[in-house]
């Protein structure tokens, strides 16, 4: 079993003995220490709740509510949902903050409560940080029965979240209802399966084969959106000659497209698509973290904009976008973030940028595909022995390599040219990340082979 306790929230496997997995006792532990710091932080006693569709969310969900109701905070439950959804919720319910209950591309086993802030967005190291000290000092104090906090059930937001993504000036319905696409949509059987159709009706797509979209939480496959996960829906598209495939993770904040021939437009792209489409029309600058490809620089520079690089994970993508002004940034993984409409992963947003953009273009998928920047990433790792010292490592890797441009925001990141090695060190294992782009293949395979034979070297000095 599993638990793993960070600055966003809180994830593990279901089961187990508590402490160790994401029981009953850590659900009401963590959910009371967030009350807690929420209540602290704003003075409201309001807060979001919404969950994808695993096959725990129920069970979580009610201890989720009969703890917030302890601490007499109103809930505002959405039921199954999507992160995105809960982010847009906050803001216009006024709440101190929102819980997303879902382990996002995890397997079935796993579930997770991710945190937001009165804002809707995920909230920072610092809030994290205080959230779990709350948590392990364990002075909870709940409420008189006479303040007990009161439960709303509210399934308006499929609908508002729809008319938000509908009212984007970059959105155009009557372009998408005109290019009268045949779409073939892969669910993984949660609430995409709920939002994506209901999304693509109202931008006037006629055509959607549903494939997954039964939200019962029986992932069919390995609910990452990743090639060989997608093989069902790469067959589907070529089988119903469609025009794409559409991918989403369970908690539809990851967003991926198959092209009309059954290959992989790759989730790097989505981004970089998306992007091209808004720096058309928009002048601004983007971001991205930095094990994300170099196409979305390349796209950007073009444009008249600047580029700039973040670390990992997404709290830290939104604070450079805010920081740069940036009009859009995400993450390579299928991550779109819009400000336009808020800050936060959505692939709602990603879906109606993108028809918009594929019919404005008049393009097939793999024709839009092949006007970019050509690149791949090659990920690799390289296990270490628990005592070792993984900074002093890269350390010394970035002194071999201090003539090339290179960032140490997040673990070390070294250029060469248009090419360029990502090391970070893992949270939870004495492993590093070796992730590399080049031109090809082989060409990014090539330099991480490179840096992994210079870290052997000093290791053994």
């Given at each position: 079993m599993t638990l793993i306790k960070s600055i966003s929230g809180i994830r593990g496997t279901i089961g187990g003995a508590a402490g160790d997995g994401l029981t009953p006792v850590d659900i009401v532990k963590f959910t009371s220490a967030f009350g807690t710091w929420a209540i602290s932080k704003s003075g409201i006693k309001k807060i979001v709740i919404g969950r994808d569709a695993r096959i725990s969310g129920s069970?979580?969900?009610?201890?989720?509510?009969?703890?917030?109701?302890?601490?007499?905070?109103?809930?505002?439950?959405?039921g199954l949902s999507t992160t995105p959804t809960v982010e847009i919720a906050v803001p216009l319910e006024q709440a101190a903050g929102g819980i997303i209950l879902t382990a996002s591309h995890n397997p079935k086993q796993w579930n997770a409560l991710k945190l937001l802030n009165s804002k809707g967005e995920f909230i920072s190291d610092t809030d994290g940080k205080d959230v779990l000290e709350i948590a392990e000092r364990g002075d909870l104090k709940y409420a008189d029965v006479d303040d007990l906090g009161k439960v709303t059930q509210d399934d308006s937001y499929l609908q508002k979240h729809i008319d938000a993504v509908l009212a984007l000036p970059l959105v155009d319905v009557a372009a998408i209802a005109k290019a009268d696409f045949n779409v073939v949509i892969d669910c993984v059987n949660s609430t995409g399966g709920i939002f994506i159709p209901a999304l693509l009706k109202a931008l006037g797509v006629k055509t959607v084969h549903e494939l997954y979209c039964e939200p019962d939480g029986k992932f069919p496959h390995n609910p990452e959106p990743l090639p060989e996960n997608l093989i069902a829906l790469s067959q589907e598209v070529v089988k119903k000659k469609a025009n794409l495939g559409i991918a989403v993770d369970p908690d539809v904040d990851r967003l991926c497209f198959v092209n009309e021939d059954g290959s992989m437009f790759g989730e790097e792209y989505t981004l970089v698509a998306v992007a091209d489409y808004v720096l058309k029309n928009t002048v601004g600058n983007t971001v991205s973290n930095l094990s994300s490809t170099r196409a979305l620089r390349d796209v950007t520079e073009k444009a008249g904009g600047e580029y700039?690089?973040?670390?990992?994970?997404?709290?830290?993508?939104?604070n450079k976008m805010k920081e740069t002004n940036a009009i859009i940034g995400g993450e390579g993984n299928g991550g779109v973030i819009y400000p336009e409409s808020h800050y936060g992963r959505d692939a709602l947003v990603g879906i109606a940028l993108f028809l918009t953009h594929l019919a404005k273009s008049g393009k097939t998928v793999s024709a839009l595909r092949a006007s970019y920047p050509a690149y791949f990433i090659s990920k690799n790792k390289i296990t270490l022995t628990p005592e070792m010292d993984i900074d002093a490592l890269l350390l010394k890797v970035e002194e071999k390599y201090k003539k090339q441009p290179h960032s140490t925001i997040d673990g070390l990141k070294i250029e060469f040219d248009k090419e360029w090695v990502h090391l970070r060190r893992s949270n939870t294992e004495p492993i590093i990340r070796i992730y590399s782009e080049g031109n090809s293949e082989t060409v990014a395979n090539n330099l991480a082979n490179k840096i992994i034979a210079d870290i052997k070297e000093i290791l053994s000095i």
């Open positions: 069970m979580v969900n009610n201890l989720v509510i009969g703890t917030l109701q302890g601490l007499g905070i109103d809930v505002i439950d959405l700039h690089a973040a670390a990992v994970g997404e709290v830290n993508v939104v």
